[in-house]
T-cell receptor, first 113, second 114 residues
Framework: DQQVKQNSPSLSVQEGRISILNCDYT??????FLWYKKYPAEGPTFLIS?????DKNEDGRFTVFLNKSAKHLSLHIVPSQPGDSAVYFC????????????FGQGTRLTINP | NAGVTQTPKFRVLKTGQSMTLLCAQD?????MYWYRQDPGMGLRLIHY???????AKGEVPDGYNVSRLKKQNFLLGLESAAPSQTSVYFC?????????????FGSGTRLTVV
């Protein structure tokens, strides 16, 4: 039972355009939603997060949107740069406790020059 | 500025062999985790620890054991390796009350069981 789903295994975007990565979840107990970025042969690194009490959080070129009624979140990257090429994991965490993250399957983003 | 260090980085095991993966962090983090990453599955939690001397099961704990005798170290053991345990293993640590955004991951251990 996949509680966090990323239905697009890959996405290709032209440099300078907007990249939109999507994620759906099923568990209403999730309180924080996060995006992690992963380069080959490295561990994931934290990118941006959003609390369930917000619908938008912005950090430079990265914006995360949360639609609680649809149980959907998205990551917007604008403008996209070649260094953004990586695998992006959506993750969710319930309130309090051990902060165990539940990850989606990942989306491989390729930025083309 | 080591962060989270995993050893070894690569290992090939024969079915039935045992091994221990070591995770060491130098950030004085309370919480530590072991995840495995498989194609099309994302990262799945194996075991975790919220403090020295404590461990708990995650989503996929079968076939693994863990120990956290010292705050900075979290060991993952495979008693009798199976081909289904072929995967990339990631250790992570975080201080509490970060909502999940404070994870620091190691660079991973690629394990192949033949």
């Amino acid at each position: 039972d996949q509680q966090v789903k990323q239905n697009s295994p890959s996405l290709s975007v032209q440099e300078g355009r907007i990249s939109i990565l999507n994620c759906d979840y099923t568990n209403s107990m999730f309180d924080y939603f996060l995006w992690y970025k992963k380069y080959p042969a490295e561990g994931p690194t934290f990118l941006i997060s959003i609390s369930s009490i917000k619908d938008k959080n912005e950090d430079g070129r990265f914006t995360v949107f949360l639609n609680k009624s649809a149980k959907h979140l998205s990551l917007h990257i604008v403008p996209s740069q070649p260094g953004d090429s990586a695998v992006y994991f959506c993750a969710a965490s319930p309130r309090g406790g051990a902060q165990k993250l539940v990850f989606g399957q990942g989306t491989r983003l390729t930025i083309n020059p | 500025n080591a962060g989270v260090t995993q050893t070894p980085k690569f290992r090939v095991l024969k079915t039935g062999q045992s091994m221990t993966l070591l995770c060491a962090q130098d950030m004085n983090h309370e919480y530590m985790y072991w995840y495995r990453q498989d194609p099309g599955m994302g990262l799945r939690l194996i075991h975790y620890s919220v403090g020295e001397g404590t461990t708990a099961k995650g989503e996929v704990p079968d076939g693994y054991n863990v120990s956290r005798l010292k705050k900075q170290n979290f060991l993952l053991g495979l008693e009798s390796a199976a081909p289904s345990q072929t995967s990339v293993y990631f250790c992570a640590s975080t201080p509490p009350e970060t909502g999940g955004g404070g994870y620091t991951f190691g660079s991973g251990t690629r394990l192949t069981v033949v």
